[in-house]
């Protein structure tokens, strides 16, 4: 491990009786780094934020933190602090004394709690609350002070389960803003665990996707969006079309996959060997459905639906075999398109994401 990384995992398993809920997982968090664990519910992600804060031991592996092996540290002498979707903010105590409880566990003197506690909550902007009960605060406000409990602790690294899961959308908005910026302006490394992908989209440096106890894809934002390495992971990050098909050209500048008869073009982005089935995925921003035939036309079909969600109109193609395809449109280029009317989708071969089972 070098001084670049601040948590390593090695070889971590964690078991439950029968039930393996992390199997054999390799991990590299970079110091002063936003790293998002990322998954369905089940899929072992807050087990193994757990194990980096030690309430959990790992069944094999080792967990490294800040070049110390902790695999057997009790929590409270670990270099993180955990923040959680409950907050856990003492309901009897004020503001500053919720701060400042940790402080005081460790006997610091009361002028450095002050100054200590005093700059934390400039930090999360809420300095002029220092006397009020929790109960007085809004979730938001709790959220922030649940951190401020964390930071003043100057841990190394700050463990986030879930914790904007409480608060309603538009406050949950804002909070990811806010906890982005924290970030950067304290340099602390963060691993923050979610199951909601657009808010892992917009906070992280990098997303680890995880899916029953094992990574299934580590990238940038960007990466992980527009280049999965998987079906799983291609469907669990926001929206897509996903077929399946058969190699039947590799001579060309672009494979041909032969989906249901029909052929298309795909990128050679992943070795491809005649007639071997693979996926393709091309999500509904990269399509286009037009009234007209062109040589871009891949698919034809009939409009089932036109769903209008604000920022794009959702268009329903229902394809000969029955199944159906979502484009998404800015514009209303089919505003006289009625259901049941016949349509074409394209889309540029270049957009398509190309991956095996």
Known sequence: ???????????????????????????????????????????????????????EKPTEGEVWINDQQV?????????????FQSYSLFPHMNVFDNVAFGLKMKKTGKEEIAERVMNALKL?????????????????????????????????VLLLDEPLGALDLKLRKQMQME??????????????????????LTMSDRIVVMNQGEIEQIGLPEEIYEKPTSKFVADFIGETNIFEGVVTNTQNEYADLNIDGVSIGIPKTISLVQDE??????????????????????????????IYVGSVTKIIVQLPNGREMVVNESGDSLRDVKAGNDVYVSWQPEETVVFKD
């Not at 695999?71 to 923040?83: D, G, H, I, M, S």
């Not at 490394?189 to 808010?199: A, L």
Request: glycine share 8%.
């Open 1 to 55: 491990m070098t001084s670049e990384n601040m948590v390593e995992l090695k070889n971590i398993t964690k078991k439950f009786g029968k039930d393996t809920a992390v199997n054999n997982l390799n991990l590299t968090v970079k110091a002063g780094e936003f790293l998002t664990l990322l998954g369905p519910s089940g899929c072992g992600k807050t087990t193994t934020l757990r194990m980096i804060a030690g309430f």
């Open 71 to 83: 695999a057997n540290v009790e929590p409270y002498k670990r270099e993180v602090n955990t923040v």
């Open 124 to 156: 999360v902007q809420l300095e002029g609350y220092i006397d009020r009960k929790p109960k007085q605060l809004s979730g938001g406000q709790q959220q922030r002070i649940a951190i401020a409990r964390a930071i003043v602790n100057n841990p190394k």
């Open 179 to 200: 906890l982005k910026h924290l970030q950067q302006s304290l340099g602390i490394t963060f691993i923050y665990v979610t199951h909601d992908q657009e808010e892992a």
């Open 277 to 306: 089935r693979v996926y393709m995925s091309i999500r509904p921003e990269k399509a286009k459905v037009s009234v007209t035939k062109d040589e871009t036309a891949h698919l034809n079909g009939t409009l089932k639906e036109k």
